[in-house]
């Protein structure tokens, strides 16, 4: 498999090709997940719950976010490395760009941030220095205790109306790629019909560009609960890289998510 690029994955959507993203944490993983073929890497500040076992993400340090970053790029080849701004890394643009930096100089391909139009001036100052970013709207896992809760976002519509312009204008600040999550199917296709970038759904319907699992997710490990939006590919093959590939083949020709998997 060639260097996977966002420019690669945007023409991946320009031809109807489905985009598999999953997230990783280590070496080892990241390695076995880019043999398999996976699109994407991300080293999501979800490792705050699965790995950390904390009750959500807010205590995931951008130093944490470096080292897995680090580690995550010792194993990869091919595979497109994103990796998250953790919470209030991003307060502010001059602790944006230096966070952002210790990410990018760790190895990701592009950095991530939870939020809508308030990131915009933010957006243009990264890119314009280099640093491609990754947005992400719906149920943003750093907003919890905003929502009241790991809650699907976007079902009344003007929730769903103002998160389509949200995107425009991440889009129109430079964005290059962005999450989707725990959103209703119907809003997932009509963001991904918005804006010409690709929009990675997790919990979005099966509109979307591209899909993102974590790992522990996919593989049926998580000790706490498979969210809805999930599926365990560890259970059909019993083997590891087998179950990434089955993912990458399933989402591919459009059999995940399934009506199982969505929100209305």
């Known amino acids: 498999m060639a260097k996977i690029t966002t420019s690669k994955l945007l023409k991946m959507k320009q031809n109807g090709e489905k985009i598999s993203t999953i997230t990783a944490y280590d070496a080892s993983f990241a390695k076995l997940f880019d ?4 699109h994407a890497i991300l080293i999501g500040d979800s490792l705050g719950m699965v ?4 009750d959500d993400t807010l205590p995931v340090s951008i130093d944490d976010m470096a080292y897995h970053t680090r580690c995550v790029k010792a194993g990869v080849e091919n595979t497109l490395i994103i990796s998250d701004m953790s919470f209030m890394t991003y307060a502010t643009k001059e602790q944006t760009y230096e966070n952002a930096a210790k990410l990018m100089q760790a190895g990701a391909s592009i950095v991530k941030m939870e939020g809508g139009s308030w990131l915009v ?5 990264l890119v314009e220095r280099g640093i491609p970013v990754c947005g992400h709207l719906g149920l943003t896992p750093q907003s919890v205790n905003v929502f009241g809760g790991f809650k699907v976002q976007g079902r009344e519509q003007s ?6 312009e949200e995107a425009k204008a991440l889009e129109a600040a430079g964005i290059q790629l962005l999450v989707l999550e725990c959103i209703p199917e119907g809003l997932g296709k009509a963001i991904s019909e918005a804006v010409s970038i690709p929009t990675i759904g997790i919990g979005a319907g099966r509109e979307t560009d591209g899909q993102i699992l974590v790992m522990h997710d996919a593989l049926g490990i998580s000790c706490s609960y498979m969210p809805k939006f999930s599926r365990n590919f560890l259970k059909d093959t019993g083997d590891i890289k087998k179950a990434i590939e089955l993912y990458i083949e399933e989402v591919s020709n459009g059999n995940f998510p399934g009506e199982d998997h969505i929100f209305s």
């Open 35 to 38: 043999q398999a073929g996976i």
């Open 51 to 54: 790995l950390q076992g904390q």
């Open 121 to 125: 001036d933010t957006i243009k100052g």
């Open 159 to 164: 929730q769903a109306d103002a998160m389509v």
